[in-house]
C-alpha cells in the first residue's frame, strides 16, 4: 500500500505520496502540488529537497555512514583503489579483472592531450589560479571532442576515461603553468596517481619518484573525495547537465563550484587559517571565539557538515592517515598539532558540541597533501580530480533516468509589483 501525507490549506487537501527508498528514507512526492493547490514550496539552499532518486552514494549523517553503491568507505578505503572506485561509482558495479585492466588500458591511452593545449595554457598569465585553468581547459575538451554530445554505451565509455585521464593531465599542467615550468608528458609505464605526481615534479632533465607512502596517501585522498551525493558541485553537474550539455561542459561547471571556500575551497581555507595560526596571528583559543562570533562572518574552516551531524567518516579515516603518512616520511609539522589542539577545543566547546559541528573532510587532508610535498593552491585541484567520477557517475544516470527534465526551480517573487515606466525628465 502506497504510504500519503495530507496537506490541507484553506479548503483544498491533497494527498501526497510518499516515497521510501532502499535504507528507509521518507520523501513526500510533491511532484502535483502546483497543479493540484496553486502552491509550490519553498526551501532556499535545498535542505530539505530531494532533487532526484540516485543509486549510487548513500550517506547517514546523523551516524556518520558513507557508502558508494552500497560498499562502506572504511572497507573501500583499506582494499580498494582510486580507479577501481572511479568504474565502481560510474558503472555501478566493482570491476572484474579484465574490466579493470581494460579501463586502464583506455586511461593511459587517453592520458596526453593535444599539443593545441600547450598555446591554450600559455595564454594564461602564470599566476592564474590552477581551478580556473581546470574548469576553463575542462570545458576545452568539448572542442576537440564534440562527439561528447549524445553517447551511446560504447562512447560514454570512451568519454569517461577520457575524462578521468585527462583531468589529472591538465590539472598537473595548470601547476606548470602557474609556475612557469615546462609542461611534462605522461608517462605510459607509470599508473594513475604515479603519473599525475610524474607530471607535477618531474623535469625534463630530472624525472621525480614518488615514494610508496605517498602514493598511497594520494590514492586514499582521491578515493575518499570520489562522490558525496547531491553536494553543491554535483548538483551543479546535473543542473547543467539537464540542459543536455555535454559531459565536459557539465563537469567543467562542477569544477567552478567546487572551487568555493564553503566547498572544496575550503581546503585551502583550513591550511591558512592553521598557517595564521602558527605565524602568531591569533591563538587557536582566539580562531574559536573569531568563528563563534556571528558578527566576525568567519567560521572555523573544516568544521561542520551540512549532512553529516555526528562526525565525518572520511575526516577519521584522513586523520588517521595523516599521523602515519606525517611519522612514515618523518615530516614533523607543527601545524598538525595546532589542528589537533583546535578539534579538541571545539569538540568540547558548548556552541560546536550544541550544533553537532565535527572535523569534515577537509580538516586534515591539507595537513596530508602539504607533507607529501603538494603545494596549496593544488589542494582544490586534486579534490576536483578525485570528485570527477562521481559527477560523471551523476551525469550517466540522469541521462538514463526516463522522463529527465531540464531543472528548473520556481520562486517567490518579491520585487515591485506592476509599475509603469517613466521618462527621463520626471525620475528623482
Ligand atoms: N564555524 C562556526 N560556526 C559554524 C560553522 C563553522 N565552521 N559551520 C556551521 N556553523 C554554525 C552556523 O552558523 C549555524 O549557526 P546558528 O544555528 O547559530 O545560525 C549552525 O552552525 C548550523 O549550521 P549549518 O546549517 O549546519 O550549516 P550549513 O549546512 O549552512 O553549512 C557548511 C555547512 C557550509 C559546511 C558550514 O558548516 C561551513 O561553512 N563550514 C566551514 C567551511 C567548510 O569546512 N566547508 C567544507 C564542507 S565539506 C565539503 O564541501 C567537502
Given at each position: ?59 547517514d ?12 568507505i ?20 566493482l570491476?572484474t ?88 608528458y ?10 599525475f605526481l610524474?607530471m ?8 621525480h ?220
Amino acid at each position: 500500500m502506497t504510504r500519503a501525507a495530507k496537506l490541507t490549506f484553506e479548503d483544498k487537501t491533497i494527498e501526497l505520496p510518499v516515497i521510501e527508498g532502499s535504507e528507509g528514507e521518507l520523501a513526500v512526492d510533491i511532484t502535483q502540488l502546483r497543479a493540484e493547490m496553486g502552491l509550490i514550496t519553498l526551501d532556499p539552499a535545498f535542505g530539505n529537497t530531494g532533487a532526484c532518486t540516485s543509486a549510487i552514494t548513500y550517506i547517514d549523517g546523523e551516524k556518520g555512514i558513507l557508502r558508494y553503491r552500497g560498499y562502506p568507505i572504511e572497507q573501500l578505503a583499506e582494499h580498494s583503489s582510486f580507479i577501481e572506485t572511479a568504474w565502481l561509482l560510474i558503472f555501478g558495479k566493482l570491476p572484474t579483472r579484465a574490466e579493470l585492466d581494460r579501463f586502464s588500458a583506455q586511461l593511459t591511452a587517453h592520458a596526453p592531450l593535444h599539443e593545441s593545449f600547450k598555446h591554450h595554457f600559455e595564454g594564461f598569465p602564470v599566476n592564474a589560479p590552477p581551478m580556473a585553468m581546470l574548469s576553463a581547459m575542462i570545458n576545452t575538451l568539448s572542442c576537440f571532442h564534440p562527439e561528447a554530445q549524445d553517447l551511446d554505451e560504447a562512447a560514454f565509455f570512451e568519454e569517461a576515461a577520457r575524462l578521468v585521464s585527462k583531468v589529472r593531465t591538465i590539472a598537473a599542467y595548470s601547476y606548470r603553468r602557474s609556475l612557469g615550468l615546462p609542461f611534462i608528458y605522461p608517462d605510459p609505464k607509470l599508473r594513475y596517481v604515479a603519473n599525475f605526481l610524474h607530471m607535477m615534479f618531474s623535469m625534463p632533465y630530472d624525472q621525480h619518484v614518488a615514494t610508496r607512502e605517498v602514493i598511497e596517501a594520494l590514492n586514499l585522498i582521491l578515493l575518499l573525495h570520489a562522490d558525496h551525493e547531491q553536494n553543491c558541485s554535483t548538483s551543479t553537474v546535473r543542473v547543467v547537465g539537464s540542459s543536455r550539455a555535454n559531459l565536459f561542459a557539465s563537469c567543467a561547471a562542477g569544477v567552478s563550484a567546487l572551487w568555493g571556500p564553503l566547498h572544496g575551497g575550503a581546503n585551502v581555507a583550513v591550511l591558512e587559517m592553521l598557517e595564521a595560526i602558527h605565524k602568531g596571528g591569533m591563538s587557536a583559543e582566539q580562531t574559536l571565539a573569531l568563528a563563534k562570533d556571528k558578527k566576525s562572518g568567519f567560521k572555523l574552516m573544516g568544521f561542520g557538515h551540512r549532512v553529516y551531524k555526528n562526525f565525518d567518516p572520511r575526516a577519521v579515516i584522513l586523520k588517521r592517515s595523516a599521523d602515519k603518512v606525517l611519522g612514515q616520511l618523518g615530516v614533523n609539522d607543527p601545524l598538525l598539532d595546532i589542528a589537533r589542539r583546535l578539534e579538541e577545543l571545539a569538540l568540547s566547546d558548548s556552541y560546536f558540541v550544541e550544533r553537532m559541528l565535527y572535523p569534515n573532510v577537509d580538516f586534515y587532508s591539507g595537513i596530508l597533501m602539504r607533507a607529501m610535498g603538494i603545494p596549496t593552491n593544488m589542494f582544490t585541484v586534486i579534490f576536483a580530480i578525485g570528485r570527477m567520477p562521481g559527477w560523471i557517475a551523476h551525469w550517466k544516470e540522469q541521462h538514463e533516468t526516463e522522463g529527465m527534465r531540464i531543472a528548473r526551480p520556481r520562486q517567490i517573487y518579491t520585487g515591485p509589483r506592476e509599475t509603469n515606466y517613466l521618462p527621463m525628465a520626471e525620475r528623482k
